[in-house]
């Protein structure tokens, strides 16, 4: 059973950065994807960053040069940096991951909380 765990959110001021984990056990899928989404207070879900397995990275528009999707020992950990932070960035963020026979898999989430 694929699980993933994230860690990292918290309480940061405005400019500032946070580096999100997402640790992966329990695979015995091939990974195709790995992605973060986030879900603001009061609003929809929403893709942040993918990471394909051939290398492919997306973002979504309003963190383009900000943050930054990384991967380590072929997927078992994968990384957001969040770097000059906004409050429009507060959110729950979900790891997730899908494989080659595109079913999906999360974590539970990590709140982030930017504030003055």
């Known amino acids: 059973q694929v699980q993933l765990v994230e860690s990292g959110g918290g309480f940061v001021q405005p400019g500032g950065s946070l580096l999100l984990s997402c640790a992966v056990s329990g695979r015995d899928v091939n990974v195709d994807t790995m992605g973060w989404y986030r879900q603001p207070p009061g609003k929809q879900r929403e893709l942040v960053a993918t990471?394909?397995?051939?290398?492919?990275?997306t973002y979504i528009d309003s963190v383009k040069g900000r943050f930054t999707i990384s991967a380590k020992n072929a997927g078992d950990m994968v990384y957001l940096r969040m770097n000059n932070l906004k409050p429009g960035d507060t959110a729950v963020y979900y790891c997730?991951?899908?494989?080659?026979?595109?079913?999906?898999?999360w974590g539970k989430g990590t709140l982030v909380t930017v504030s003055s």
């Open positions: 997730t991951l899908k494989s080659d026979t595109a079913k999906d898999y």
């Open positions: 990471l394909t397995k051939r290398g492919e990275v």
